[in-house]
Each structure stands twice: as structure tokens, then as C-alpha cells.
């Protein structure tokens, strides 16, 4: 190799040294800046957590327990139609669906049952309404299976005026454990002749209650003492009797002894009250268009 080409060889060595090092330290400088990321993959690798979102699901509220009402004897739509009208109109109550029985037992309905409305109110209607109490029975268990066979109604109240108490309170004590029928609940009784249907002109009759039981029974109050184990034991009930206050201690058909001998009847149930309206519009048919009778039953009914 002569002298010149061994001064080109130098001479490339030096200039590629000189290359080396620059890209070393070029390197160097961008090794010792301060490592970023772009925004956009910040952003994609940037985890949150949200706080958990309200369930805008609330319970559903539990369906109001309906209440069926029973007439008394000779009774018709209107003996406690215009009770129900009442209880209606101020939206506290619902009026809702009439189940007539007719003799031979079949049920026709009329009217809308809507389990979501407050109160239901259920009226039956007897065509036969001059029937004996076992009747009677008998056709409430045809619409009471009405009531739960095609509405699904599993409870009820009820609420019954003379002849139709006494009717429900046999009722209770032969099915009131019959899961064929809808529960009952509370019980209401307006001026029941449940230990028969003598007054005293003076207000004494031989049927006057003591501490305890009436003086004397009828056979229809010693069938209903017999019959108390059928009861359901988580029974309330609440009894009203009538006194015009003229001297007789009665509501002019009912006397008070008879219609409160039920605080015998009903002693073993979970809860028993009783009360005794005065006056003329404590007369027997009466107390069905009594504002002050309407509501001491929709406090006892709807008041918890």
C-alpha cells in the first residue's frame, strides 16, 4: 500500500470515528429527556371508576286488602251501596266489582277489579235476599270462590249488616280455614242479631248480657258458641250496635244485648272491640248512612 492510500484510509477511519461518536452522543441526549406519552394514549390507557348508579327500580307496593259487604236481610244494592259510594269519594276507598248470587248459586259479576287501587270495595248482593242464614253461607262460599279463582284475591275484609253478619260470622266458623277461600282478615258487624231478635219495651230482656254470657242463649248463639273453634285465631273484629234511646236499649230491630253477645263469640280472636252509636240515626237502617259509622269502620279497616 503506498502513502496516499494509506492517508485515504486514515483519513475515512477519522471521519467515521468522528460519525460514531456524534450519533453516541445524539443518543445519549435523547436517552436523558424525560419520557412522555402522547395525549391520545394517555387517555386510552387511563383507567376510572365510576361511583355505582342508583337503582331506579323501587319496590312495588303490596296490593291494599280488598273488602267485600254483605246486606242484611230483604237487603238490596242500595242497603251499603251508599256506604261504599261514601267510603269512595274521597279516593280513600275504591268501588269495585258486585257479585250477585242467585238461588241456585251461580255468581254474575259487574264492575272493574283493579288489585293496584286503593281499598277495593266488593258489594254482594243476594237475589234471594229473604233466605236462611245456611243459605246465605253457602252462596258466600260460591262468591268468596268467585273471588279468588278469578280475581286471585287471597284476602279480605268484611264487613256485614245484620242478617248479613250473622250469615258471615257462620261462614267463619265453617270455613274459616278453608284454603278454597280467600283469608279474612278484619271483620266488621253492624247491628247483628246474633243471639236473636227480642226487645224489652222497657230495655230488659231475659237475653241481657252478664260477665259472662247472655242470660239466655238461642239456638243460633249456642251453635255460634259451639262452632268458635273454627275461627281463624288472627281474626280482628270490630262490633257495632244501635241505641235510638227510647228506652227499649235497642236500634229499634236489634237490641244491643244481642248484637254485643259477639264479645263471647269472638273472645278467643286476636283482637275483639266494640262500639254503641245513640241517637236516631243509630236506628237500624240507619247506621249503614251514618257518616260517624263510616268512619269508625275505615279507621279500623285502613288506619295502620
Known amino acids: 500500500m503506498d502513502k496516499n492510500e494509506v492517508h485515504i484510509v486514515k483519513k475515512w477511519l477519522i471521519g467515521g470515528s468522528v460519525v460514531f461518536v456524534f450519533l453516541i452522543c445524539i443518543g445519549l441526549i435523547f436517552y436523558t429527556l424525560p419520557q412522555t406519552e402522547s395525549p391520545k394514549k394517555e387517555s386510552a390507557a387511563k383507567t376510572t371508576t365510576s361511583p355505582p348508579l342508583k337503582s331506579k327500580v323501587t319496590a312495588e307496593k303490596t296490593p291494599d286488602v280488598p273488602t267485600i259487604f254483605v246486606h242484611g236481610y230483604a237487603g238490596t244494592k242500595n242497603s251499603l251501596g251508599n256506604m261504599i259510594k261514601r267510603l269512595s269519594k274521597n ?45 246465605q253461607t253457602i252462596w258466600l262460599e260460591n262468591a268468596l270462590a268467585t273471588l279468588k279463582n278469578e280475581y286471585h284475591i287471597e284476602k279480605i275484609n268484611a264487613v256485614g249488616h245484620s242478617m248479613g253478619g250473622v250469615s ?41 248480657l252478664t260477665d259472662n254470657g247472655p242470660g239466655a242463649e238461642t239456638d243460633r248463639y249456642a251453635n255460634f258458641m259451639n262452632g268458635q273453634a273454627g275461627l281463624p285465631s288472627d281474626l280482628q273484629v270490630f262490633n257495632i250496635a244501635g241505641d235510638i234511646e227510647d228506652g227499649t236499649k235497642s236500634d229499634g230491630s236489634v237490641s244491643v244485648a244481642s248484637a254485643l253477645s259477639g264479645r263471647f263469640i269472638y273472645a278467643d ?36
Open 91 to 135: 279516593g280513600q276507598a275504591t268501588k269495585s266489582l258486585v257479585l250477585t248470587v242467585n238461588a241456585d248459586g251461580t255468581v254474575s259479576t259487574s264492575g272493574q277489579f283493579d288489585e293496584t287501587s286503593p281499598n277495593p270495595l266488593i258489594q254482594i248482593l243476594f237475589a234471594d235476599n229473604k233466605s236462611s242464614m245456611e243459605n
Open 168 to 208: 258471615l260470622t257462620n261462614y267463619l266458623e265453617k270455613d274459616g280455614h278453608n284454603a278454597a277461600y280467600p283469608q279474612v282478615e278484619k271483620l266488621v258487624l253492624i247491628a247483628a242479631p246474633l243471639n236473636g231478635l227480642v226487645i224489652g219495651e222497657d230495655g230488659v230482656t231475659p237475653y241481657d
Open 269 to 304: 280472636v286476636a283482637s275483639y272491640s266494640e262500639k254503641i252509636f245513640y241517637g236516631e240515626n243509630a236506628a237500624h237502617s240507619k247506621l249503614h248512612e251514618n257518616p260517624d259509622v263510616d268512619q269508625t269502620i275505615a279507621d279500623f279497616l285502613w288506619s295502620d
